[in-house]
């Protein structure tokens, strides 16, 4: 190769895994924040599911009207959450 | 930049958000922001790719002769280390503005005692946290390759060190203390203060000169188009990526708090 | 119609020297704060003694002065600012204070005027006692007596943000580690400033130019950060 040429690239080859090191950690960084988020919002999901399904159980035994209209209330409330 | 900053006030919700129990409709917000996310993305990746493609190397050293390559005349040593700029600036300047809109959110909350701007400011300080964190990362890297060290107390290097330790100070904060409504006001008044650093820090260059940094502005003083269109792509991608997570997280962070009252209301 | 009962509302400055005087009472009682903060400055000294004592004494002592100088102040302040809020804690006293209609600032402006005092009199101390072991035999500049005013700026600093963070922590679990980890990164352009102005008054040379641009960076921290204070003051207390 010309040794201009060579002088010219001299840096580049080098420094490659520095470049490359840093795209991998932020990208890294970010897609670890992007895991906590997804695990976050998961755990909520499986949450209101639950609440739901106790309630469906509670709604369907119980006949007290005053507990049956607060239930009411609250699904409604999940649901809202749900379509969010 | 200005009309970006805009942009996402326009965006940001208004006051009316905060009761939304049993309120079925999605606001604006919450529905463009996954689009924005992906906007984000996309342009980031656009960015990424035209980085490494466009954008011409950048002139370092001088070399001992001329050769031609393509059709130019070349008489410096390309640098590829440059390669990291493109990301590392954007990002450093994405983290501000979060670190602005907290302080923001964490004013509206001193002056209104509304818990939801406790929340709002929570996440985006939470956000800035992760975007601090890559600029740590990319500068450490393009730090080591360029100045041949891990680590040395340059004051750019050392304002925003001593802003990353502030944020986790932040957190530590929030976790240590239980009773809500002190910590949303005592996370807010060290917020605000933690935001005293970041003129600091952004302006520490023009402040103390220093005989390492002027290395990093020779690309910002002349940059050609070519390095504009991929900076800007990663500027906007940054940008819109932040928002678009912090409007994710604060739409977890809201289901998560009508659950707890949920769960109070059926307990009792 | 005669006035039976004369009610006189104490102005503000009245209000600020009786809170000052009671902490400064206080101390002047129990000796608390100052003996524990003299006590620790020595030890740091001590602490001093045995990691330089590989070091030739001189020169090489000289250049890193300031940086140990504010190592001891910093660590010494932390100590005494855990305090201050400590006994108010104790009996409600805090609670009893919040009960007068005063202007919240105020409490902030007479607690760091005290922790402000406290700070500059074990620095009385403890400064000559760092030159009687560390410096006489060293080269020191004839610039040192101007050592005074990064001191001061940097106490007023160091007093003001630290009055505002100890009335966090107090409230916090494990106050004394988290007064550190807000207190050092948050006070720490001022420290770097103080540092180099510390260190060319010590060392000599041309000292001017550094030692002015780095008086006039304390002092602007210094104000910025004591008005942020005074105004957030009040959200932090009655919190």
């Known amino acids: 190769m010309d040794p201009i040429l060579e002088q010219i690239y001299a840096t580049i080859l080098p420094s490659a895994p520095y470049v490359i090191a840093a795209y991998a950690l932020m990208w890294g960084a970010l897609l670890v924040y992007v895991i906590y988020a997804t695990v976050r919002m998961k755990k909520v999901e499986s949450q209101i599911a639950v609440l739901q399904n106790t309630l469906d159980k509670a709604t369907s035994t119980k006949t007290n009207s005053d507990f049956a209209a607060q239930t009411q209330e609250v699904q409604d409330e999940s649901e809202s959450i749900k379509k969010k | ?268 | 119609m005669a006035r039976s009962v004369q009610v006189k509302t104490p102005s503000t400055f009245t209000e600020y020297k009786i809170l000052l005087g009671k902490d400064l009472r206080r101390e002047f009682r129990t000796k608390e704060m100052l003996t524990s903060m003299g006590i620790y400055s020595i030890l740091v000294l001590v602490v001093y003694g045995a990691a330089l004592s590989q070091s030739s004494q001189g020169v090489d002592v000289l250049q890193m002065s300031g940086g140990l100088l504010w190592a001891l102040i910093v660590f010494t302040s932390l100590l005494g600012l855990n305090r201050s809020f400590e006994h108010e804690k104790e009996n409600g006293c805090l609670d009893g204070l919040l009960l007068v209609p005063m202007d919240r600032s105020v409490i902030f402006l007479a607690k760091a005027t005290s922790n402000l005092l406290f700070m500059l009199v074990v620095e009385v101390i403890a400064v000559p006692l760092y030159f009687f072991f560390f410096l006489t035999g060293a080269p020191v500049s004839d610039s040192w007596p101007l050592l005074v005013w990064p001191l001061i700026v940097g106490t007023i600093g160091m007093a003001g943000i630290g009055t505002l963070l100890s009335t966090i922590t107090v409230n916090t679990r494990g106050k004394d580690v988290m007064l550190a980890v807000l207190f050092i990164p948050l006070i720490f352009p001022l420290l770097y400033a103080c540092v180099s102005a510390a260190t060319v008054v010590l060392v000599g040379g041309d000292w001017q130019t550094t030692y002015l641009t780095s008086l006039a960076l304390a002092g602007g921290y210094d104000v910025i950060m004591l008005l942020l204070s005074w105004v957030l003051y009040g959200y932090v207390i009655s919190a």
């Open chain 2, 1 to 268: 930049m200005a009309q970006t900053n805009k942009n996402r006030r326009g965006q940001m919700p208004s006051r009316g958000q905060t009761a939304s129990r049993g309120q079925t409709a999605l606001s604006t917000a919450d529905k463009i922001a996954p689009v924005i996310l992906v906007l984000g993305a996309i342009l980031s990746v656009l960015g990424f790719v035209l980085a490494f493609t466009i954008a011409p190397p950048v002139n370092g050293a001088r070399v001992d002769g001329i050769a031609i390559i393509g059709d130019q005349m070349v008489g410096n040593q390309m640098l590829f280390s440059q390669k990291i700029f493109y990301f590392h600036m954007p990002v450093a300047i994405t983290s501000f503005l979060a670190l602005g809109v907290a302080a923001f959110y964490e004013i509206r909350y001193l002056m209104t005692k509304d818990s939801d701007y406790d929340l709002k400011a929570h996440l985006a300080t939470e956000v800035s946290l992760v975007f601090v964190v890559m600029v740590m990362f990319s500068g450490e890297m393009w730090e080591r390759f360029e100045w041949g060290v891990w680590w040395t107390w340059d004051p750019r290097l050392t304002t925003y060190f001593i802003l990353m330790l502030l944020v986790i100070g932040y957190f530590v904060l929030r976790a240590a203390v239980d009773d809500p409504e002190k910590r949303a006001s005592y996370a807010s008044v060290f917020g605000i203060i933690t935001f005293i650093d970041v003129p600091i820090c952004f302006m520490i260059t023009r402040l103390v000169p220093s005989s390492v940094h002027p290395t990093i502005f020779r690309t910002d003083s002349g940059l050609s188009t070519e390095m504009m269109i991929p900076l800007m792509c990663a500027m906007f991608g940054m940008l819109f990526i932040s928002y678009g997570l912090f409007r994710w997280r604060l739409r977890t962070e809201r289901a998560q708090e009508e659950l707890d009252r949920m769960k109070q209301t059926l307990d009792e």
